[in-house]
């Protein structure tokens, strides 16, 4: 009594529902054991949430399975409430063989005030000596409002983050990806999970995966479209939290443009213009596609495909007399599943004017050139001179269609499309041509539009600017990317003096550093190697209006050198100054003993360090390499007064000065060769000596 005192003292203090329960045992015949030894339970005053209840295992202390709980009652202390405890049947008593389980539930709580309560459980059974019950006592505390949570521990608390989760799937798409909730026990005691389902189905699933985290899944193939309500459980030894769980299960999400349809045709016209629907769901899906139409006019020609889809609908006139028509297009993936457009049509005068041709089509890719104008010959069908004005409109709503009018007959109709703004799709519009004549109908030109998207880029070679030679790339190098699909097609330079990493929509990347651009097209594209790059290897991707090329793996090395020459082919003269900063060549050598100053790139890196796609100061001190360097005049040394990137230039641009050896025979083509970290420039560069 002591203890349970003390214990009374503490839960009171710590604002938690105390249910301590004890058991005595026969020593002789099958008895009853309950298991655990004690069990926490706590009221906050005005709590909207209900005290979970708890599970009491019963056994006989044999093992035997002949006792049987054959009653339950509860007595309450003298003076208390009354009415708060239940043990409902059959999942307690009376009549349950054990073992089994004993569920204690707390009830009429807006009844209790703030204060302690005991009660008394007393679990009668079968067996040997009947005649010693077990007994269980219970303490409740209800706690003010506000003061906290429940359990054993007056100070324990258990909170989850989010509060709610959500689920939402689509009938045939993936499963919806598991969440997880951040789990906190104040007192860092463990915790057990819990699920439960308002449908009884057993969709919702929550797993302990670390620690502190659970991870919550869903299985919503087993069920109808609807929405499904449950709820995760979190039970420490002194709280529990509670989190709802809602789980949205939809048929296949149709989604069509436009949501409706008008034709305009002249009288025994036959077909007009056809018109395009965009259908598209979540996910893919077979779509069937039907049409309905006061006398018969509405022709769907897509009866059936996969979304996304184009949708071709068209509308015949011949044998209607003037006036309005209607109809209507379904497009479903199942009868519960369907969407329904109206379609109208206006059957008015008879042509007045010839139209040739009748239909046009553009094609265009995305991110190449926009497509040339087409045009259409209009002629008068009465003999006489029509004035006439044309007007566009689009299946999709967008305004990528435009037309301009040559009149009157015998004109032009000139038709443009403007499909930048468009996604990779088909498309379809129509452009009507209307005489000035009075109570005369609009003619169609029927124009459709192909967008198809971007192409892969390939990367066929990467070399380097100057020598042309491939396969390795060093920190701060030039190199030369050819292939296909690179860039836009027309050759595309930046502003002057900016070297972005994005150019005509055309990323560059190497081990996933973006390369400065200095010039894209689609078949060749020079960019400068990051500085940081790993040396061994790495790779390149080629990211060209959001499609990427295959991956590439290349050698990097600390420099890998190499001349400019005067003919852009990395071999004969060296793009070179002499001593007085005139043009290196055979009609102007340079002397013995002067100094010459060589380009190049694939120095590597530098002191002070250099910044891909940025200018090289003219303010000392100048970026020079961090590695060794020799430079050979038919073989012979030469003396090296620099060696770093040019001032005023972009970095990676390798300035040289080096002396002529005064013994170099003199010629119009004296071999060079540069050697940076033992790493050799190609054979095959010369400079001009006299």
Request: with cysteine; aromatic share 6%; hydrophobic share 40%.
């Amino acid at each position: 009594m002591t203890a349970l005192k003390s214990l009374s003292k503490t839960v009171l203090l710590g604002s938690f529902v105390c249910l301590a329960l004890t058991h005595s045992a026969l020593a002789q015949g099958p008895v009853l054991a309950v298991s655990p030894s004690a069990l926490f339970f706590n009221y906050v005053v005005g709590s909207n949430t209900a005290v979970s209840s708890q599970a009491i295992t019963v056994t006989a202390n044999d093992g035997s399975s002949t006792a049987a709980v054959v009653s339950a009652s509860i007595s309450y202390s003298s003076g208390g409430p009354t009415g708060w405890l239940l043990i409902p049947s059959p999942s307690g008593a009376p009549g349950l063989t054990v073992p089994a389980s004993v569920n204690v539930y707390l009830i009429n709580t807006q009844n209790l005030s703030v204060g302690t309560y005991s009660a008394t459980i007393v679990l009668g059974y079968s067996g040997a000596d009947p005649s010693s019950p077990t007994t269980i006592a219970v303490t409740l505390t209800v706690s003010p409002a506000g003061s906290g949570g429940t359990g054993g521990n007056p100070y324990e608390t258990i909170t989850a983050t989010p509060s709610s989760l959500a689920f939402s799937y689509s009938a045939g798409g993936a499963a919806p990806a598991a969440q997880a909730l951040t789990v906190t026990v104040g007192d860092g005691m463990p915790f057990t999970v819990a699920t439960v389902t308002n449908d009884g189905n057993a969709w919702l699933t929550a797993v302990i995966s670390s620690t502190n985290t659970v991870s919550v899944t869903v299985s919503a193939t087993i069920l109808s479209p609807g929405t499904y309500t449950g709820t995760v459980t979190l039970t420490a030894p002194g709280a529990v939290a509670q989190v709802p769980v809602t789980l949205t299960v939809g048929g296949v999400g149709l989604s069509v443009n436009p949501t409706q349809l008008s034709f305009t045709i002249p009288q025994n016209y036959g077909f007009g213009a056809p018109m395009t629907i965009q259908v598209t769901s979540s996910p893919s899906s077979t779509i069937t596609v039907s049409g309905t139409s006061d006398n018969n006019w509405l022709v769907v020609d897509t009866p059936t495909a996969q979304t996304p889809a184009t949708v071709t609908i068209r509308a015949n006139d011949s044998s209607l007399p003037q006036g309005s028509y209607m109809g209507s297009v379904t497009i479903e993936t199942s009868p519960a599943n369907a969407v329904t457009i109206p379609v109208s049509l206006t059957v008015g005068p008879p042509a007045m004017l010839s139209l040739a041709p009748a239909s046009l089509s553009f094609t265009y890719t995305v991110g190449n050139a926009i497509p040339p104008f087409q045009t259409t010959n209009v002629k008068s069908l009465t003999g006489a001179v029509q004035p006439f004005s044309v007007s566009s409109s689009t299946s999709d709503g967008a305004a990528w269609l435009s037309a301009t009018a040559t009149s009157p007959t015998p004109g032009v109709v000139n038709v443009s499309v403007n499909p930048a703004i468009l996604a990779a799709g088909s498309y379809s519009g129509v452009v009507s041509v209307l005489p000035s004549a009075a109570g005369s109908s609009a003619q169609p030109i029927a124009v459709s539009l192909t967008v198809l998207p971007p192409p892969t880029p390939v990367v066929s070679a990467v070399v380097s600017s100057a020598s042309y030679v491939g396969g390795t790339v060093a920190p701060g190098e030039f190199v030369t990317l050819f292939g296909a699909a690179l860039g836009p097609a027309a050759l595309t330079t930046p502003p002057a003096g900016t070297y972005p990493t994005t150019l005509g929509g055309t990323t560059v990347t190497f081990g996933g550093l973006a390369a400065p651009i200095l010039y894209v097209s689609a078949t060749q594209t020079t960019v400068q190697v990051p500085y940081g790059i790993a040396i061994g290897q790495t790779v390149l991707s080629v990211q060209y209006n959001g499609v990427f090329s295959s991956l590439m793996t290349l050698n990097s090395a600390p420099a890998f050198p190499g001349f400019f020459t005067s003919n852009f082919s990395g071999k004969g003269q060296i793009a070179a100054l002499n001593q007085d900063y005139s043009l290196n060549s055979p009609s102007n050598p340079a002397a013995r003993g002067s100094v010459i100053i060589l380009y190049g790139t694939g120095e590597g890196a530098t002191t002070p360090v250099s910044v891909e796609g940025r200018i090289t100061s003219t303010i000392p001190p100048f970026p020079q390499t961090q590695l060794p360097v020799s430079v050979t005049f038919q073989g012979l040394s030469a003396v090296l007064q620099y060696v770093g990137e040019t001032p005023g230039a972009v970095s990676g641009l390798l300035q040289v000065n080096a002396v002529v050896p005064a013994t170099a025979s003199p010629g119009p083509s004296v071999p060079v060769q540069i050697s940076i970290n033992g790493q050799f420039s190609p054979t095959g560069t010369t400079v001009s000596i006299k």
